[in-house]
């Protein structure tokens, strides 16, 4: 690494980036595989219904979030199901967001992942606790 005296915002954390991408990387491919592993034994969904339901639920312990995606809606905490909307209506939320925000509440990990790394096309991969 370089000394960070005389770097500007922008250079240090593209060198802090450049030193940490590969750990990250690291970390996101076995997540990835985890839920692989999970998904084929019915532990690991990605279809959003079901996502919602398990967080609700307390059931999920790793959840993956697709960045800079979202998906306009309501959870509705008690049911498990998601009121869809428009982002534009000030009682609609990002449903992705909400879910990162229960699981962090429920004491599980959420990972940001980039769409092309991203092992679903729903925006939510989950991997239950139990």
Do not use: C
């Amino acid at each position: 690494m370089k000394n960070s005296d005389g770097l500007d915002l922008h250079q240090l954390r593209a060198e802090a980036w450049r030193n940490i991408e590969p750990l990250y990387l690291a970390r996101l491919a076995k997540l990835v595989e985890n839920y692989q592993i999970a998904r084929s034994r019915q532990l690991g969904p990605d279809d959003l219904a079901q996502v919602v339901q398990a967080v609700t639920a307390g059931r999920v312990g790793t959840l993956l979030v697709e960045d800079d995606r979202q998906i306009a809606g309501k959870i509705e905490r008690t049911t498990g199901r998601i009121q869809s909307g428009e982002l534009s209506d000030p009682e609609v939320d990002d449903v992705l967001d909400d879910l990162a925000d229960l699981v962090l509440r429920i004491r599980g990990d959420v990972v940001i992942v980039l769409a092309q790394r991203m092992p679903s096309d729903t925006g939510a991969a989950a991997i239950y606790r139990f």
